[in-house]
């Protein structure tokens, strides 16, 4: 006991590291007791290398496949026992529990439920792009439901999976021990197609995983022959074959820059997207109906996260979601709500839903034995590589096989032409073996030729037979030239190669699934926005909301309006003006400042709401309202913004000097003290400009008038004003064939030619443009427009008349004009606006290019009527 003692103490002090203990030495055994034997070693040197032997077992052993065959050890053991057990295409499905059992007691000691969940995926047809297992049974679905259990299913080998183990008896590959050393199983198929490639792969190891998508047949055996041909081929060139992965599901891949990333380096990302369609019912609503679904989805978790979006009230837009699947397809149907844009909805699916999913690449497979990153090249070559391997082993095989019958036939030949004289021989001697050795002494034949010929039935000795004898020796003997052939020239190995792999494609090929985009694959948040023209109000007291154009109706002259905005006592509205959704909204404020938003970004309200306070959406400081809004979906340096205050002066920039967003805004132009912008309006080279001012004078000049300026530069003179009291309440571009309309505060106006205003130089007073009254009221706003235009007239207590500009009188310059619309006694008119539709039939310039001229704005006679109860209501 005390030298036991001592022993432990010593060996705690080495671990204390009290010992010096730089030289390794092995561990030693001590003995305690009749055969007991402790074996010590370091705690730290077990664990690192216990887990690295784990480590690449797992590796080499479990997760991740071989280059050569696309295969892991499961999947090759599980193909290889259902060969060896006669589980072929030709015989009949045999109970999944009999493979199962083959497999694990034989080749792969592991759980049975790990193997046959391996056989059900080979199974599958949305998870291989050729199956290599033929299932009998439940073998689970898209839905996500799992398989039967083995013993209730069938399962055969299919015929593509012959096709990886064909030659596998002709010495082509190496066999291994299996775990116990009682059999032998290969330590790779010969894999007569690029299996890698077309069913893919994935799986996790110890610090590293594969990810491989499938690809078609066809163009796999297509690429590899190209490659076959040319070596030195590029990616590029094998993309022309192969442009990209071909899923078993279908679906859209969304651009080719990460395919082209995964196929030049080993790793990539892609984008792949449900394949949908959209259909309209008879009710006039619309259908989204999902006929593939992207790789790996589960199809049943799809419908239920559908259900919750539905449900939750993240899509409004959808009224129902119909699970359609059939025998023919598994498609899903989303019915939507009446006036909704599908293509809006569409994107809002595939951004929160799995209706469009990433799929990472990472091309790892064993090369050797080693793990290793693979280009498409790379995978292509190592193939190439195994298959020349195999086909040179196989022609060695069936050499060695056609020399060995070939010299038993020679003896066969020998023996006939001499058959009388070996008869006598064979009768003579005693015991075979003293007839062998006679027979060799005689003829000079091998050891093997003279067994064959001893052991040759008596009927071979016909004429008939020898006949047969003397014409396979003469096949065999070009086969034996041809096998030599092979085996002296690569081009010749190669051709097989091609011709064999031409012959798979032939019988196993089918079209390609999976669409490839060259769309950008990243959804903005735009895509989620319906491009529809919005009316946009902004009040005195700083309320803002957009809300489609069609939600006013259209009118005769001098009716009395729709209720636009419920507005608080003492407010109303300041500005209206139509945009797209989708376009950029520059806010010019009376200070001289412009804020930048999209036209989405302002909140959508109803007809009737007040909206929401533009402070919460642009910094604006105290006594700052916006005078002026410009459209614009981009910023051309040869488009320019002509700006004007209320003391008539006028600058001309650049919009390039615009395409900024800052949170506080930016300079657009220097103010004069006592002085406020007034509006803003886009104009290209060679435009007349208008300008008219509260006394009823106007004047019109060219805008070359006015040189480019800078950004935050004062500008020049535009229109000098009579006396201190006036302003300038307009500006205008005068487009060709337009009309100045001019309307007083108390809704009288009229439409005078532009072509009646002289042309003068800035900074004139210019000439009449209307008689104004007491009873008329004051001038208050004016608008080029044509007579097939319709204009929206807002009142300061919210009141909006939508009018044909043919139903205002076209008059002279000096004249008083007519009753366009009602106001009431302490209302007046303070708003303007031509529709957006009708902006576009003029051709005008918007967000940098001529529009192109719609259709004829429809009447509003359904629209009208489904609004008289509402209207009603209001009057009241």
Known sequence: MAEDNQNDEQNQSELDGNVETETQEEPKAETFGEGTEILRTELGESMQTSFLEYSMSVIVARALPDVRDGLKPVHRRILYAMNESGYTPTRPHMKSARTVGDVIGKYHPHGDSAVYDTMVRLAQPFSMRVPLVDGHGNFGSIDGDSAAAMRYTEARLDKAAMELLRDLDKETVDFNPNYDESLEEPAVLPARFPNLLVNGSNGIAVGMATNIPPHNLNEAIDATCAMLDNPDISTAELMEIMPGPDFPTGGIIMGRDGIREAYETGRGSITIRSKTRIEEKKNGNYSIVISEIPYQVNRRRLLEKLGELVKDKKLPEVSNVHDAADRRGIDIIIDLKKNTIPQVVLNKLFKHTQLQVGFGIINLALVDGVPQVLSLRQMLGHYIDHQRDVIIRRTRYELAKA??????????????????????????????????????????????????????????????????????????????????????????????????????????????????????????????????????????????????????????????????????????????????????????????????????????????????????????????????????????????????????????????????????????????????????????????IILVSSDGKAIKWNESEVRAMGRGTMGVRGMRLSSDAERVIGMEVAREGGQLLVITDKGYGKRTPVTEYPAHHRGGQGVNTITMTDKKGALAQVKVVKPEDEVMVITNEGVIVRTPVSGISELGRSTQGVHIMDVADKDKVIGISLSESLERKHGEVRDGNPLEESQEIEEFEELEENSETEEAKTDE
């Open 403 to 688: 020399e060995e019958r070939a010299h038993i036939l020679e003896g066969y030949v020998i023996a006939l032409d001499n058959i009388d004289e070996v008869i006598q021989i064979i009768r003579g001697s005693e015991t075979d073996k003293i007839a062998a050795a006679r027979l060799t002494e005689r003829f000079g034949l091998t050891d093997k030729q003279t067994s064959a010929i001893l052991e040759m039935r008596l009927r071979r000795l016909t004429g008939l037979e020898r006949e047969k004898i003397e014409q396979e020796l003469a096949e065999l003997r070009e086969k034996i030239a041809y096998y030599k052939r092979v085996l002296e020239d690569d081009s010749l190995v190669r051709q097989i190669i091609k011709e064999e792999m031409e012959d798979i494609k032939k019988r196993f090929g089918t079209p390609r699934r999976t669409q490839i985009s060259s769309a950008a694959k990243d959804i903005d948040v735009e895509d989620l926005i319906a491009d529809e023209d919005v009316a946009v109000t902004v009040t005195k007291a700083g309320y803002v909301k957009r809300i489609p154009v069609s939600a006013y109706r259209q009118q005769k002259r001098g009716g009395k309006g729709t209720q636009g905005v419920n507005l608080k006592e003492s407010d109303y509205v300041e500005h209206l003006f139509i945009a797209s959704t989708l376009s950029y909204m520059l806010f010019f404020s009376s200070k001289g400042k412009v804020y930048r938003v999209k036209v989405y970004e302002i909140p959508e309200a109803s007809r009737q709401a007040r909206g929401t306070a533009i402070v919460n959406l642009l910094p604006l400081e105290k006594d700052e309202t916006i005078r002026s809004v410009v459209s614009t979906k981009s910023f051309p340096s040869d488009r320019y913004l002509m700006f004007a205050t209320e003391q008539g002066m006028v600058k001309k920039t650049s919009m390039d000097l615009y395409d900024r967003t800052r949170k506080d805004g930016l300079i657009a132009i220097n103010l004069k003290e006592g002085d406020n912008l007034l509006d803003v309006k886009q104009v290209v080279a060679d435009q007349d």
